[in-house]
């Protein structure tokens, strides 16, 4: 089955790079994505990379998935107290009941002045 | 209203009640979901309605019975709750169901059961 982990706490300073590590099991998924959770609010895409690429840039962001090891990261350049937020990793396989969500458990990132 | 909206925000409930979630998309959407955010825990994917027709119920108890009249609308019918199940409940719709489309999230109905 599906098993999607990662850390649950990351402290940064305001300016600093943050780097949040994922990984998952099942080696078939299709998409692997990156959502940002706001207090009281749902979960906001900011990101994905198909699984047959190794790399996607998006302006401060920067997705790096290491297929062999099952491993994605998140690269936050010049964070900023906006960003402080919990960030959920998922990957995307296909089932019988069609395209299925296996999310992780959020890392929450707080940023420090 | 833009994207995907719910209703209430908050709900308080107790065991014996019967309530209602609504889910709304404004996105012209054929796939909506329930999820439900515990504490520490990931996400866990309810059910799954594509085109009107439910293809994913995720072993969940019969006091949660989901309705979905059209492509625009979700319901979560609550029945006899337990504390346990107090938690963040999140509407989510993509394109589809069966390509890797993007979901879109509502902010989510926190629910408590006293």
């Known amino acids: 089955g599906e098993d999607v982990e990662q850390s649950l706490f990351l402290s940064v300073r305001e300016g600093d790079s943050s780097v949040i590590n994922c990984t998952y099991t099942d080696s078939s998924s299709t998409y692997l994505y990156w959502y940002k959770q706001e207090p009281g609010a749902g979960l906001q895409l900011l990101t994905y990379i198909f699984s047959n690429m190794d790399m996607k840039q998006d302006q401060r962001l920067t997705v790096l998935l290491n297929k062999k090891d099952k491993h994605l990261s998140l690269r936050i350049a010049d964070t900023q107290t906006g960003d402080s937020a919990i960030y959920f990793c998922a990957e995307s396989t296909l089932t019988g009941g069609g395209n299925k969500l296996t999310f992780g458990t959020g890392t929450q990132l707080k940023v420090e002045l | 209203e833009t994207g995907v909206t719910q209703t209430p925000r908050h709900l308080v409930m107790g065991m014996t009640n019967k309530k209602s979630l609504k889910c709304e998309q404004h996105l012209g959407h054929n796939a909506m979901y329930w999820y439900k955010q515990s504490a520490k825990k990931p996400l866990e994917l309810m059910f799954v309605?594509?085109?009107?027709?439910?293809?994913e119920n995720n072993s969940v108890p019969s006091r949660f019975s989901p309705e979905c009249p059209n492509s625009s609308h979700l319901f979560l019918h609550l029945h006899t709750l337990q504390p346990e199940d107090s938690a963040l409940y999140l509407c989510?719709?993509?394109?589809?169901?069966?390509?890797?489309?993007?979901?879109?999230f509502g902010p989510g109905t926190r629910l408590t059961v006293l």
């Open positions: 309605y594509n085109f009107k027709e439910q293809t």
């Open positions: 989510a719709s993509s394109q589809d169901a069966t390509s890797g489309n993007e979901q879109f």
